[in-house]
């Protein structure tokens, strides 16, 4: 019995001294595991970019952009975020919409701009899309919904069109896990907080989203996308609750105003 | 790690077959059970099941291939969670979990190459036992 307990204390001892010297090597760059990653990500960006480019037109307005270029500037400023990590696309939709995709490509559909009842609004869903950028959910979710060999396979070119094409639409139109929306639910009132945004608004909107009532077929779209509107309302408000502090705007009134007429006869035309 | 030594009794040539199978057993099971670390233990665990009244020689065999399996189980269901919870949550790519995974896959590597060795050798009615598990299918495996 003593040999027994002997032998398997020494197979364990090599086991964890094994473990132990090879943890104390840097294998993550031994291995270039970030460069793979980011490498594929930024692949994978384009390729979902381009697909997403060719159902809408992108909006070129100047001053529609760069009113909402403003809003992400002031919020990865705030945050002490790599404003290059983020690439804004603005696409002339009546969809009331906006998606993260890989490598940083945030979209937002101009029904959003339009249809936002204020400015904290919009600032509220962008945040929240930066949040699932910065948190990296959209590979998590790329990698559980697709699985990780047909994601590489797309970015070698042998992932068919359609595959892409479908993916895409899944990313513009399918929600996140519960705890993956709900981490970039918090994470996004404390990006809000940090530019001094109040965060109630946003939390209103998601509330208003969850009344059937105001579902109107333009709202169905973000409705299936962030179920359980009302729930995650409430904890924005009861995370935000004891952070108030002095709100600022971050677009005046006038180029708030001057979006929307713009918008309007975008609209109209 | 590996020792040659003489049995109790000359075993037949069917014995030898099933005991070497045992062993051969786990090999198979890996096709399927790569992703999944417990299939390949199933498949043991059965093929015991299935000899327990057989002679000593392939109860011996079997036992000794069913404990190697059963500490691989632990290493690699340990890999594949951690591997798991890197790709659906939070988890990151660390220093750790690469030397873990190569720590594994070494052992993975030097049990897949014992199994091959001693399921050939027991094929022929040789009998060899594995350092630490050999011993202890002594002490579990009685006449």
């Known amino acids: 019995m003593k040999k027994i307990i002997i ?239 002095d709100y600022e705007p971050i677009l005046s009134h006038e180029t708030w105003e001057k979006l929307k007429i713009e918008l309007n006869n975008l609209q109209e035309n | 790690m590996i020792q040659i030594k003489q049995f109790n009794y000359e075993p037949s040539e069917h014995e030898a077959e099933t005991a070497s199978s045992s062993y051969l057993m ?7 059970g790569l992703p999944l670390p417990i299939v390949n233990l199933f498949a043991t665990l059965i093929f015991y099941l299935g000899n327990r009244k057989a002679t000593y020689f392939v109860r011996w065999h079997c036992t000794q291939a069913l404990l190697s399996q059963l500490s691989m189980l632990f290493v690699n269901s340990y890999a594949f969670w951690w591997t798991v919870s890197i790709i659906f949550k939070d988890e990151t790519i660390t220093n750790n979990y690469i030397a873990y995974i190569i720590v594994a896959l070494i052992f993975n590597l030097v049990e897949f190459i014992t199994t091959i060795y001693t399921a050939i050798k027991t094929r022929k009615g040789i009998h060899v036992e594995w350092w630490f598990y050999g011993t202890l299918t002594n002490n579990i495996c009685k006449v």
């Not at chain 1, 990500?41 to 760069?66: D, M, P, R, V």
């Not at chain 1, 970039?184 to 509330?207: G, H, R, T, W």
């Not at chain 1, 109107?216 to 995370?239: F, K, M, V």
Request: glycine residues 4%; contains cysteine; charged residues 20%.
């Open chain 1, 7 to 245: 032998q398997g204390t020494i197979i364990i001892l090599l086991f964890l001294a094994s473990y132990f010297v090879l943890s104390q090597i840097d294998l993550v760059n031994v291995f270039k595991v970030q460069k793979v990653a980011n490498k594929t990500e930024q692949k994978l960006g384009e390729l979902f970019w381009k697909t997403i480019k060719e159902t809408a037109n992108e909006n070129n307005n100047l001053h529609i952009l760069e009113s909402v270029d403003k809003i992400v500037n002031q919020i990865c400023k705030s945050n002490n975020i790599d404003r290059e990590t983020i690439k804004i696309h603005v696409l002339n939709k009546n969809e009331i919409n906006a998606f993260a995709l890989p490598n940083g490509h945030l979209i937002v559909y101009s029904g959003l701009l339009l249809n936002s009842e204020n400015q904290d609004v919009l600032i509220g869903v962008i945040s929240h899309e930066i949040a699932h950028i910065k948190l990296n959910h959209i590979m998590k979710k790329l990698v559980k919904e697709i699985g990780l060999s047909v994601l590489i396979s797309m970015t070698t070119g042998s992932g068919g069109p359609e595959i892409i094409k479908e993916t895409a639409k899944m990313l513009s139109s399918s929600a996140f896990d519960r705890s993956l929306e709900k981490q970039a639910d918090i994470k996004a009132v404390d990006y809000l907080i940090s530019a001094k945004v109040n965060p109630e608004p946003f939390a209103n909107f998601l509330y208003n989203l969850s009344d059937k009532e105001y579902a109107t077929p333009q709202y169905l779209n973000w409705i299936s996308t962030h179920p359980d509107s009302r729930e995650r309302a409430e904890y924005i408000i009861e995370y935000s609750k004891n952070k108030s502090i």
């Open chain 2, 26 to 32: 786990s090999l198979i099971a890996i096709i399927v």
